[in-house]
């Protein structure tokens, strides 16, 4: 008659997981739009993490670079007597304690700070361009999607009208008022209708399982019915301009900018580096007169002599210029490939543009016309089958073309906000 109160928990916990699973299940019921695509391409990407996370470890290192190498601890036994007394017994006979520090010559340590920290600041570069890389890889894949989704909804909703037109032409051909060719022209087609369904569902189940790469099971989900309104770009000179500011570029001057400290370094070579010695020396015993024996304070300098420069430092001076030389050519061998990529695509966007505004002032309109003109005169025993057909199946072609086209302008300006540096 009274409820048990010891239930109670589990009662509120499978009203929770109810609650979940409801919540999970209506998630997946809501579209996946490109630019919520983007966010999680974009959240916690592990490319991009691990190339920030080398430019710390460089940033570290940067620190360490600038730094006096660790000073050396000495400590001896000199003239010791091997054949008899001890340290009382000899008067050089002592215990030694010293320290050596190295210095490295001119401006090594702040010219290999700068060099690594020059090295930390290409691999942020790096991870800003595998962020946008990112972004256009996930904008590709989701528009691919896309245009399959469409793809299969156009042919799906044809399919009926053929199926339809199957019946009729049998029926006509039961009362004698169609011949055989016709009925099996309907069939044909409509046959040929299911194969590329087929195909489409083929197409879209790979395109799904390249956006999830980026988006994981979100893939799943349906995607939105509306492309990004990405139909204005910029001249051609501003994209050159933001070309200009792409991440692999700035990466590029960075490693030009660490090769010529690698030859600042190498030219430091020429001056020489020096030590600092300080020793102490401990002498136990008396002297002749009963005074004890004094201890030794040791100071020293020494310091290098570049003398045969011919095949060390003149080598490495020659070796740092070549690889400054190599980082040159290879920023110019980069920015060639960008911006002929750039023009390409964007003769290609042009192009589309073209093409797409064709399809809306002409083409659609002719295409469902002619199909709708051959289906009046087939039903009015003026036309032939065999035009029907093609009517109808070029008036579906010519829609799924327009959907084609209008993806790959998006895609087109997916990778010219690359490489002009458009915003989201």
């Not at 979100?218 to 770009?233: F, H, S």
């Amino acid at each position: 008659m009274f409820a048990v109160p010891g239930r109670l928990p589990a009662i509120h916990a499978v009203a929770i997981i109810a609650l979940l699973a409801t919540s999970a299940h209506a998630q997946q019921r809501i579209p996946l739009t490109l630019a919520e695509a983007e966010d999680l391409a974009l959240r916690d990407e592990p490319g991009q993490a691990s190339l920030l996370a080398q430019a710390a470890a460089l940033d570290e290192e940067s620190v360490a670079a600038g730094q006096l190498p660790d000073p050396m601890l000495r400590t001896a036994v000199a003239n010791y007597p091997i054949e008899s007394g001890g340290f009382t017994t000899e008067g050089m006979s002592q215990v030694q304690l010293g320290l050596h520090q190295v210095f490295p010559p001119g401006d090594t340590r702040e010219i290999s700070m700068h060099r690594v920290e020059t090295l930390a600041l290409a691999m942020k570069e790096h991870a800003d361009g595998r962020g946008r890389d990112v972004l256009t890889a996930v904008r590709q894949s989701w528009l691919e999607a896309y245009y399959w989704q469409r793809a299969q909804a156009i042919v799906s909703e044809s399919r009926p009208f053929f199926e339809d037109l199957a019946t009729v032409t049998r029926s006509m051909y039961s009362v004698g008022r169609k011949d055989q060719q016709d009925l099996l022209r309907a069939d044909l087609e409509l046959s040929r209708i299911d194969d590329r369904l087929i195909e489409i569902n083929r197409q879209h189940a790979r395109a799904v399982a390249a956006l999830s790469e980026w988006v994981g099971d979100n893939a799943a989900r349906r995607l939105a019915d509306k492309l990004p309104e990405w139909t204005g770009l910029p001249s051609i000179e501003t994209l050159r301009a933001g070309l200009m500011e792409h991440p692999m570029l700035r990466a590029a001057d960075a490693r030009i900018e660490a090769r010529q400290a690698g030859v600042n370094l190498a030219e430091e070579k020429y001056k020489p580096g020096w030590a600092v010695d300080f020793g102490y020396a401990h002498r136990n015993g008396v002297l002749p007169n009963g005074e004890p024996r004094s201890d030794f304070v040791t100071l020293a300098v020494t310091m290098d002599l570049p003398m045969f420069r011919k095949n060390r430092q003149d080598r490495r001076v020659a070796a740092a210029l070549n690889e400054r030389r190599a980082a040159i050519d290879s920023k110019e061998q980069l920015l060639r490939r960008l911006r002929s990529r750039l023009d390409a695509e964007y003769a290609r966007w042009t192009d589309l543009n073209r093409r797409i505004d064709l399809y809306d002032r002409q083409i659609l309109s002719l295409a469902s016309d002619h199909a709708q003109a051959a289906l009046l005169a087939y039903q009015s025993d003026a036309g032939d089958f065999a035009d029907v057909m093609r009517g109808y199946i070029n008036d579906l072609n010519t829609r799924v073309d327009h959907i084609r086209l209008q993806v790959e302008r998006a895609q087109s300006y997916a990778t010219l906000a690359n490489l002009g540096g458009l915003p989201r």
